[in-house]
Every structure is written in structure tokens, then in C-alpha cells.
């Protein structure tokens, strides 16, 4: 067998942990699962036996074609970066909303999540994602504001989704062993928890503030502000917002209410 290539993240699930994944995401024949990074298929092999359909996007060229060359019937394998997929076009003929599926790979299970929350569409495009974390990375989705942890990942996800935690695995679970404990979350989808009227505009002020999280909230708005033509002063008076929070102090309604200040 083909030796894991690091620069894709790749730690494979060992076969007793197969199971209790499987379980935990509880697929039905009415549902299409897409599955990030099926490697050598641990995931992808039971989540076809069990699922109506499943779309598999993989990076490596040699663990795409293996897959491919099973031609599990219900199972289409795209040999491709999933940060680089058009997903809308991809997916256009597959029944929605679809269920996310994937053991991460951890170097990009950041701009993964960010990518799964911008198309999930309200829950209308994916439902869920089941997905194997870096368990420092869970953490970071469901800190609380004035933790260390909390920033970006936690704004978005507070605001698009629920989620919960499902399981916890030690590195033994993989072949090779990553040097990091793991955790399964399951994200739901759903309307946003608050209006932050323009979504970019949102985004835009949460990256700013969490790219200078050291200067105060005053400061570390002030290059968004301007890039939008507005003050931060203005945007801070008309929100309601003490500028002299950290950043990290802000909560989602807070930032949602610099936002709509914009408009
Ligand atoms: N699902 C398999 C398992 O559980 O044994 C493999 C999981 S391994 C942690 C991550 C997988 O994602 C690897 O197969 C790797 O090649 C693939 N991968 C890495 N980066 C990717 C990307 N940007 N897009 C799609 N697949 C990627």
C-alpha cells in the first residue's frame, strides 16, 4: 500500500473506529453524502452501502484512481482540491440538501469549515457536516467570547450553525498516528442566529478585528471602516460598541450590529 503523504494531511482511520464514525453520522438510503478526502475509502466504502449516493473529492491523484477503479456503483470520485471545487456547478444534479461526511485533513480544516459555511445555503444546500477535527480546532468552533480560542471560526459558526460534539479519539486511531488528539462534531446548518445585513460586509469586519486581535476594538476597525468609506468612530457610536473592548470580547450580536451600521 502506498505510503501517507504527509503534505495532504493524510492519517488513515483504523478499521475499529470505522464503525463508531459510521454510526455517530447515521446515514439513510434517501440521503447523497459528499465526502471530503476518502483516501483509501475507510469512510467511503460503508457511507455507499448505507447512503442513497455519495460524491467523493480527493487530492491525490493515486488514491483517487484506486477508489475510482472499485466502481462502487453508487459512488462518483472526483480527483480534485475541495478549495478549489465550484461546488454549485459540481453538485448541480445531486439531490439537495446533501450531508457532509469527512476525516479532515487538518493542515486545511479552517478554509474547509469557512468553505462549508459560506455554501451551506441555510441548511437548503447542506444540511450537516459530520466532520474529524484537530480537537484544538473543535475547540475553536465552539469558543466563547473572552477565550483564547474564540475568533473567526467561532463568530461564523455561532451565527450559521448548531453543533455538537460526538466523539473524542486519541492519535492511536489513525495509521500513521498524527501527534494531536481528534474530535468528531457534527455542524446542523440553519437560518442566521441574527440579522447582520450585508453576509460580506459581516465578514469583512469579523477577519479585520480578529487579524489584530491585540488593539482595541476602535483600532483594529478603523482600516475596514475606512476601506467601506465610513469611521469607526461613526460605526462604533451608531452599533452601541465600547471601542475599548478587545476584540475578543465582542459577541456575534455586537459584530452583527457594526455591520448593519454599515448599511
Ligand atoms: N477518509 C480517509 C480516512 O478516514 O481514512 C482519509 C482521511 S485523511 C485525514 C485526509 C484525506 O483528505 C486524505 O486522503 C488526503 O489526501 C485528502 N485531502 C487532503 N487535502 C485535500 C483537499 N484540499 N481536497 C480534497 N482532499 C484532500
Do not use: C
Not at 19 to 32: E, S, V
Not at 106 to 114: D, E, M, R
Not at 235 to 244: I, S
Amino acid at each position: 500500500m502506498a505510503n501517507a503523504r504527509k503534505r495532504f494531511g493524510q492519517h488513515f482511520l483504523e478499521a475499529a473506529w470505522v464503525a463508531k464514525l459510521i454510526g455517530a453520522i447515521a446515514p439513510t438510503q434517501d440521503q447523497t453524502f459528499l465526502e471530503i478526502g476518502p483516501g483509501r475509502g475507510a469512510l467511503t466504502r460503508p457511507l455507499a452501502a448505507r447512503a442513497g449516493r455519495v460524491v467523493a473529492i480527493e487530492i491525490d491523484r493515486d488514491l483517487a484512481a484506486l477508489l475510482e477503479r472499485e466502481s462502487i456503483q453508487n459512488l462518483r470520485v472526483l480527483q480534485s482540491d475541495f478549495l478549489d471545487v465550484d461546488l454549485r456547478a459540481t453538485l448541480a444534479d445531486e439531490r439537495r440538501p446533501l450531508r457532509v461526511a469527512g476525516n479532515l485533513p487538518y493542515n486545511v480544516s479552517s478554509p474547509i469549515l469557512f468553505r462549508l459555511l459560506g455554501a451551506a445555503d441555510e441548511g437548503r444546500f447542506f444540511s450537516d457536516a459530520t466532520l474529524m477535527l484537530q480537537k484544538e480546532v473543535a475547540d475553536r468552533l465552539v469558543a466563547r467570547p473572552g477565550r483564547k480560542e474564540y475568533g473567526a471560526l467561532a463568530i461564523q459558526v455561532t451565527l450559521l450553525a448548531d453543533v455538537d460534539h460526538l466523539l473524542t479519539l486519541p492519535p492511536g486511531a489513525f495509521r500513521p498516528p498524527p501527534k494531536v488528539t481528534s474530535a468528531v462534531v457534527r455542524l446542523r446548518f440553519r437560518p442566521p442566529a441574527v440579522d447582520v445585513g450585508d453576509p460580506k460586509v459581516f465578514e469583512r469586519i469579523v477577519r479585520g478585528m480578529f487579524l489584530q486581535r491585540r488593539k482595541t476594538v476602535a483600532n483594529a476597525l478603523r482600516p475596514v471602516a475606512d476601506s467601506l468609506g465610513r469611521s469607526s468612530g461613526e460605526l462604533l457610536e451608531r452599533a452601541q460598541v465600547d471601542g475599548t473592548l478587545r476584540p475578543e470580547a465582542l459577541t456575534v450580536h455586537d459584530i452583527a450590529r457594526l455591520s448593519r451600521a454599515v448599511l
